[in-house]
């Protein structure tokens, strides 16, 4: 099997091109633009194999993609490219718009007019693959706002985006299922709650409080730290993902999450005790946490019920959040090379020298 990645430099995408060479025997084309957030050197330990490709292509340019659909014939496409970092969509969302709306409608485009093309057998087997949000939900209500069961996300539950970047992934995913229902084009839609693990971009919580704490800078949590997140280990989510692209019926929506509900100010505490640990130092790392000005328009709580994907496809997480965040803390301890280059800004210089359309 062939699979067309976008985004496969970024944190997500470079996770499941991981996962499908080391556990796979199916083929990978990395379609990459390489903004700030690709870096290739999250793929150097897959980046010799024959069964990997990459081609520097932006998916807003038509022609481009079509030349990478003529020459690898992709048996599926695994949409992951996307601007989403949410603070940089409040202060800069045209690159939002451009790459998460016009983008994905480049791309649907391109796959609709490769798939049109078929054969009959293939043309019935091919998939297309949209990675998405759960941000397109909005919020949930809070602990402090209402007593008992507290309601999840589920795959029916309203679109109620909240800030430019969970915008602009609403309005892709009501694309990508726009170019199924009149064109037939063979779509699936996942919506995952947040990723964390290692290669994950220091702008990110879990990595830059790490960043941070090491080189003795503050802490900061926005407002009283009480936002609610489901955080679900980059890994597991590579693992849903392959397996929804090659089991999931056409026109179905998943939601994956990792059953892991915290509090952000629960997280940074973790983290800092996982610190103490593993790099103790004089004082304790909780001590460098600075509290400030909370975000405009900041969600109060996110949380996936990912019955359906466990229930149909067999999924479920093998990390628990305190299994994971060890795992990454560790990584990011035992590989502050890459994180240096990340911060630095030299991975771009070095990644193009050593493998810019190398393959």
Same mark, same amino acid.
């Given at each position: 099997m062939k699979i067309l990645i976008t985004g496969g430099a970024g944190f997500i995408g470079s996770a499941v091109v991981r996962h499908i060479i080391d556990n796979t025997n199916d083929e990978v084309i990395n379609v990459d633009k390489l903004t700030y957030a690709g870096n290739l050197e999250s793929l150097d330990a897959v980046s010799q194999n024959e069964r990997y490709n990459f081609r520097k292509v932006d998916i807003c340019d038509g022609v481009a993609l079509q030349a990478v659909f003529n020459e690898f014939a992709p048996d599926a496409v695994m949409h992951l490219a996307a601007e989403s970092h949410v603070d940089r969509s409040i202060?800069?969302?045209?690159? @939002?718009?451009?790459t998460n709306v016009v983008g994905t409608y480049a791309l649907l485009e391109a796959s !609709?007019? =490769?798939?049109?093309? %078929?054969?009959?057998?293939?043309?019935?087997? @091919? !998939? @297309?693959h949209h990675i998405s949000t759960d941000e397109v939900y909005g919020d949930l209500p809070h602990p402090d706002e209402m007593a008992g069961e507290l309601p999840l996300f589920t795959e029916t539950t309203p679109y109620a985006p909240s800030s430019p970047y969970s915008s602009t992934k609403a309005a892709s995913d009501h694309l990508v299922r726009a170019w199924g229902r009149t064109y037939g084009l063979p779509v699936i839609v996942t919506n995952c709650s947040n990723n964390y693990g290692p290669y994950h971009f220091p702008e990110k919580? +879990?990595?830059? +409080?790490? #960043?941070?704490? %090491?080189?003795?800078?503050?802490?900061? +949590? =926005?407002?009283?730290g009480d936002q609610i997140r489901d955080w679900l280990y980059v890994e597991d989510h590579a693992r849903a993902l392959y397996t929804v692209v090659t089991k999931a019926a056409t026109g179905t929506t998943y939601n994956i999450g990792g059953h892991n509900e915290k509090k952000n100010l629960d997280v940074v505490l973790k983290v800092c005790e996982l610190l103490d640990e593993l790099r103790p130092k004089d004082t304790a790392y909780a001590e460098q946490i600075v509290y400030v000005q909370d975000r405009p328009g900041h969600d109060r709580r996110y949380a996936i *019920?990912? *019955?359906? +994907?466990?229930?149909?496809?067999?999924? #479920?997480?093998?990390? /628990?959040?305190? #299994?994971? %965040? !060890?795992? /990454?803390?560790?990584? =990011? %301890? &035992? &590989?502050? /090379?890459?994180?240096?280059?990340?911060? #630095?800004g030299s991975y771009q210089n070095w990644l193009k020298e050593n493998y810019e359309n190398r393959k």
């Open positions: 202060t800069g969302p045209a690159e @939002f718009v451009q !609709r007019q =490769y798939w049109s093309a %078929l054969p009959a057998e293939k043309k019935a087997a @091919f !998939r @297309f919580l +879990i990595p830059l +409080i790490i #960043s941070n704490a %090491l080189e003795g800078k503050p802490l900061p +949590i =926005y407002g009283k *019920d990912a *019955d359906k +994907i466990k229930k149909e496809l067999g999924w #479920s997480p093998q990390e /628990t959040f305190e #299994s994971g %965040l !060890r795992k /990454t803390v560790e990584w =990011y %301890l &035992n &590989n502050q /090379t890459w994180v240096e280059h990340v911060k #630095s």
